[in-house]
């Protein structure tokens, strides 16, 4: 056995190691209204279960990398799997530093799914090594690619922290029109993570059941002496197609529930690769996601916000604003020499250019200018609490855009991280 | 219009206007926040800043705008949204060829893309209002941190030890109790015991300061002189003479000049490599994934004849260095990068003989280069006289020979022959160095019955010299680069200091045997409580860190 396929095995042990801290973190919370125990004892001795737990799935994650590393000869950070794994890790190694210095076991009931999450949505993406192109080669993809990274994780735990700050203090009995409106938008927020689940699913789902459908798309290319000229190419859809790619045949297609042929065509101002495929992914996560969602609903007959409201209990909201707000305040010089400061010496040696405008750069500026916003928020009176926990929220959906929307829909540089 | 405060506090010191707190014992100035319990607002320890004067003039007006954080934080704001919407559609520096814009972007993006273009969001980043806007968030950068850092430092600078019992109990970390036994002894034990924890204490009687990490105080305006340096860098950048960014096509074995410059570049050879087949994972096989770009590069300096086209330039070596992606050329300023390349060969010379065709002699080789050929060729009996060079031959619509280009496509030469067996003036011979333009363009048939004399012709591939490819540099000069690193160092620094220390201050004083503590930080609060909780029980109080909480625990 080589030394990348033992690394895909702690990958996977590190998967069910977060999926069973998780587990312990809810036991350690939800469990403290469990008849017979007294309740400070109990979470004491599950949280450190919990964090054991998670520690060690840490420590396999960990294991993965660098025998991956060792076995592939490069750094697993050069495509989209391989950094959303990472991505997986740099969270959970914030949130381990962050528990180091808090010990609040709720914080892991947040931030344990929300790795889980990201690691199970690598694992959409092709798994194999592949050989870096040149523009790849170098000492600043590890540099540049991991400190941002670990920078955006600590954002993450803050917007763990921030949702459970929300979660805790609105009031799902309120019926004003303030509380309805925090309400709503907290609903919003955790619908929006069910879809993402929901995409885990949906992909997971078709995979296992070998759906396949193959469209010729036709690509109009002008080269650079403006002669127009046209490139076919074969895009393979794993999903069933609602919408296929623009200007473009179907080659063969898999009938789905009596669909023989697609139901509609992307639009052609989507410009980034496979930018069809991806749309049809994104409208069968929000499908997959809104069943899943609705389930959880007529199980629970109430919103999911206040499902998860009353675990929250015990927690001083204080102390939650002021994790989300250390998270950042940890994160945003991590963030700023990683995705700027090591991003644009890159950017010098490898294009001649410290600055160009390409789409990542400016979302990675828009990320920096929105948490440099919020730090000097935090200065101001009123800004503390509620309204920097949505910030935190917001912010980390900034990001999430800057790490996987930018390759969704907006072509530039960057298209190679894009499957 | 309030009539004029009276800055003088009880304790005798005269404030300025605008102070919220008295600089020397902090008791709090205003009436409105002597009667309240709240926690006292500390920014900048309660300072008048200098925005806050009672008569502003248009100057002052325009530095109280700037000053403020709130406007600050619109700036930024509007920043990032303008900077959202440039990132819409593809910017216009991203097409290389395009000139009619507002064409190209209704035709790609249909009534939307016209509408972007017509507002100007096609160039952001160049437009006048988005710099307009980084001038001001430079603006602000500046006067924001004047107005606030100067009052700080004096405020920090002279500190009083004992301070108005309000200033103490209206912290957000405050301890409240009885103290039995010698006051003094136990105002020292807990001096003694946060000392270990690195705070600098200061005593007065029992009352007592201790401080650590003021440093971290000055990060965020380290910070703002790294981000205005990095933004004057920016601004300096559009000025002419700052930076130059060219991009050279040089075929193998050639030098070629830098415009503009005295520089010369030769590439020596370009090589493209691909990854084989075993190196790549199963789905990647047979697709042709690029491992390698590489010119081989010598850069030149001219000290003679630079720009005089008659004469050679006399070349000095300065550097040879292997141009990959990730590696450029670099000689004092001047950077060559790895941009692109074109794996169509170029023929450079040839080197033929001439067949005399009734007798069958060969005479030659001659010297043949495709550019600045010599206008005469002595070659045995034979004279050639070089008449018209083609680089690339075509018929044009009138049926006259022209050239469609520079670059050597489709040579074509025409000489006029004189020797033995052929008129006595000469004839004129059209020669296609090229097999394929030969046949295309028919050189027998044109040359009609001198083809049957005469012929001129390569024999076999040594006698031929070309360059298998050609490589495209990108030639930059930035001198404002170093300015913009040296920003980019203090930001960074400022951010450190700022963000992973924080100032820490206690207070305590003891009035008849009654401990009253405050305690303030700019950051973690969660620090400070237990820095407070932990030298409390070391002087043999013990509180649950939690319990020091005086609410407002919110800056």
């Known amino acids: 056995m080589n030394l990348v396929d033992f690394s895909s095995d702690a990958f ?69 799997y391989e950094f959303m794994t990472f991505l997986g890790m740099a969270i959970m190694i914030a949130f381990t530093i962050i528990y180091a210095i808090y010990r609040k076991p709720a914080l892991g009931m947040f931030a344990l799914p929300l790795t889980v999450i990201i690691v199970a949505y690598a694992s959409v993406f092709p798994q194999e090594v592949q050989p870096l192109i040149p523009a790849l080669n170098s000492i600043w993809l590890k540099v540049h690619v991991t400190t941002a990274a670990l920078g955006e994780a600590f954002f993450a735990v803050a917007f763990a922290a921030g949702l459970m700050y929300l979660l805790r203090v609105v009031d799902f009995n309120d019926k004003s029109k303030a509380a309805r409106r925090s309400q709503f938008w907290i609903e919003f927020t955790l619908y929006t993570i069910i879809i993402l689940i929901g995409f885990i699913i949906a992909v997971f789902a078709f995979r296992g059941a070998g759906y396949e459908a193959q469209f010729n798309q036709e690509h109009i290319i002008i080269d650079n002496k403006g002669v127009e000229s046209t490139k076919v190419e074969t895009v393979d859809y794993t999903l069933p197609p609602i919408f296929m790619p623009y200007n473009s045949q179907t080659v063969s297609m898999d009938s789905f529930l009596g669909m023989q042929e697609p139901l509609l065509e992307a639009p052609s101002w989507m410009n980034g690769v496979n930018a069809g495929r991806k749309l049809n992914t994104v409208v069968w996560s929000i499908i997959a996601g809104t069943l899943l969602y609705g389930l959880l609903r007529l199980v629970f007959r109430k919103p999911l916000g206040a499902v998860i409201h009353p675990a929250l209990d015990g927690i001083d909201p204080d102390d939650l604003d002021e994790i989300s707000y250390r998270a950042v305040a940890i994160g945003f010089p991590i963030f700023t020499l990683g995705a700027l400061i090591f991003a644009m010496i890159w950017a010098e040696i490898a294009w001649g250019r410290f600055w160009g405008w390409d789409p990542k ?29 949505w910030l935190a929220v917001i912010g980390f959906v900034i990001v999430l855009f800057t790490l996987v929307g930018v390759n969704l829909i907006i072509a530039g540089l960057h298209s190679y991280a894009g499957v | 219009m309030p009539l004029v405060e009276n800055t003088k506090c009880e304790c005798g010191h005269q404030n300025a206007v605008g102070t919220v707190l008295c600089e020397h014992c902090g008791k709090p100035l205003q009436a409105q926040e002597l009667q309240s319990n709240e926690p006292l607002e500390m920014r900048y320890d309660g300072v008048a800043r200098r925005s806050q004067k009672v008569n502003p003039n248009w100057i002052d007006r325009v530095w109280n705008f700037f000053s403020s954080v709130k406007i600050a934080i619109y700036l930024i704001i509007l920043t990032f949204l303008s900077a959202m919407l440039g990132t819409v559609y593809p910017q216009e520096n991203s097409f290389v060829n395009v000139t009619d814009f507002a064409k190209y972007y209704e035709e790609n993006y249909g009534a939307l893309g016209l509408i972007y273009y017509r507002l100007g969001l096609s160039h952001t980043y160049e437009s006048w209002w988005f710099i307009g806007l980084l001038v001001m968030i430079g603006t602000s950068l500046v006067i924001c941190s004047l107005d606030r850092v100067l009052p700080l430092y004096r405020a920090l600078n002279k500190q009083q030890i004992r301070k108005h019992l309000q200033f103490i109990l209206r912290q957000k970390t405050v301890y409240k109790g009885m103290i039995s036994g010698d006051t003094e002894d136990w105002s020292k034990q807990f001096g003694d015991a946060l000392k270990k924890k690195g705070y600098r204490v200061h005593r007065d009687g029992t009352a007592l300061l201790a401080e650590k990490n003021r440093f971290s105080r000055w990060g965020p305006y380290i910070n703002h002189i790294g981000l205005i340096l990095f933004l004057l860098a920016i601004l300096a950048r ?66 003679l004849n630079c720009n005089d086209p008659l004469k050679e330039p006399v070349l000095e070596e300065l550097k040879t260095h292997d141009i990959i992606v990730n590696a450029p050329l670099k000689y004092k300023d001047l950077k060559l990068f790895q941009y692109d390349f074109n794996l169509t060969p170029r023929l450079n010379a040839v080197h033929p003989v001439i067949i005399n065709k009734e007798t069958g002699e060969t005479f030659g080789p001659f010297d043949l280069p495709m550019k600045d050929s010599a206008l005469k060729h002595e070659v045995g009996p034979y004279t050639l006289e070089l008449i018209e060079n083609y680089m690339e031959f075509s018929i044009d ?30 004839e004129p011979y059209i020669y296609f160095p090229m097999q394929k333009d030969k046949e295309i363009f028919q050189q027998d048939r044109l040359n009609g019955k001198l083809a049957s004399k005469l012929e001129i012709s390569v024999n076999g591939m040594d006698n031929v010299n070309f360059s298998e490819a050609s490589t495209y540099l990108n030639v930059r000069m930035d001198k404002a680069l170093k300015y913009v690193w040296i920003g980019a160092f203090f930001s960074m620094l400022g951010l450190l200091m700022g963000s992973y220390w924080q100032h820490r201050r206690i207070w305590i004083r003891i009035d008849e045997g009654e401990l009253s503590l405050g305690s303030h930080t700019n950051k973690n609060w969660y620090g400070m409580r237990s820095d407070v909780a932990w030298a409390l029980a070391k002087a043999g109080i013990t509180v649950d860190p939690k319990s020091l909480d005086n609410g407002g625990n919110k800056a």
């Open chain 2, 238 to 303: 559009s000025l002419p003479g700052f930076q130059m960014d060219e991009y050279i096509t040089i075929a193998d074995g050639d030098t070629v000049q830098i415009e503009g410059t005295n520089y010369f570049v030769k590439n020596e050879k370009f090589t493209i490599e691909f990854y084989k087949d075993e190196e790549l994972p199963d789905k990647l096989k047979g697709t042709a994934r690029a491992k390698l770009f590489e010119t081989k590069a010598v850069l030149y300096e001219c000290t």
């Open chain 1, 361 to 389: 750069e400016v979302w990675a500026l828009i990320t920096w200018l929105f948490y440099s916003a919020y730090l000097h928020f935090r200065l101001s009176r009123g800004w503390q609490g509620l309204r920097s926990s």
């Open chain 2, 397 to 426: 619509a009138n049926g006259d020979p022209v050239s469609l280009s520079r670059d050597p496509n489709a040579p074509a030469f025409v000489f006029h022959v004189r020797g033995p067996g052929l008129a006595e003036n000469g």
């Open chain 1, 12 to 80: 996977i042990a590190a998967f069910f190691l977060y999926c069973f801290a998780f587990g312990f973190y809810v036991i350690a919370i939800f469990g403290k209204k469990f008849s017979n125990r007294d309740p400070i004892k109990h979470q004491k001795r599950w949280g450190r279960v919990a964090f054991i737990v998670s520690s060690a799935g840490l420590a396999a994650h960990l294991t993965f990398f660098f025998t991956r590393w060792a076995g592939s000869g490069q750094i697993p950070t050069s495509n989209m």
